[in-house]
């Protein structure tokens, strides 16, 4: 019997361990202008702090949908196709996300 709940609560664990390292939360850009960020795999109802730096910083708090899910839209944030990126969400649960973006763009030839 002793064998038995061992063998259950090790189960368990290598379960539980196991959905950790596959719930990995994600951040994408939805559009670039307005700066709209979706993020998705978040512990439902999560309080994510959502850091955007596009030519300058700007910081929010959303909250994730049940399904771990949110979308944020920065109206006075817009990306060109050439312009850098960084997109850090936050949850106060332990999810994260990192979204870095440095595009190689030529640059405009001189008339």
């Known amino acids: 019997m002793k064998i038995l709940v061992a063998f259950a609560l090790f189960a368990a664990c290598a379960l ?24 998705s795999r978040f512990v439902a109802h999560e309080r994510v702090t959502l850091v955007v730096e596009v030519k300058v910083r700007r910081t929010r708090v959303v909250v994730a949908s049940e399904t771990g899910e949110f979308t944020a839209r920065f109206l006075t944030l ?34």
């Open 16 to 39: 539980s361990a196991n959905a950790a390292t596959t719930r990995a939360a994600r951040v994408t850009i939805a559009e670039l202008a307005p700066f709209t960020v979706h993020g």
């Open 78 to 111: 817009k990306a060109g196709h050439c312009d850098a990126y960084f997109v850090r969400p936050t949850g106060d649960r332990g999810s994260v996300a990192r979204l870095k973006i440095v595009p190689e763009c030529s640059p405009l030839a001189e008339p």
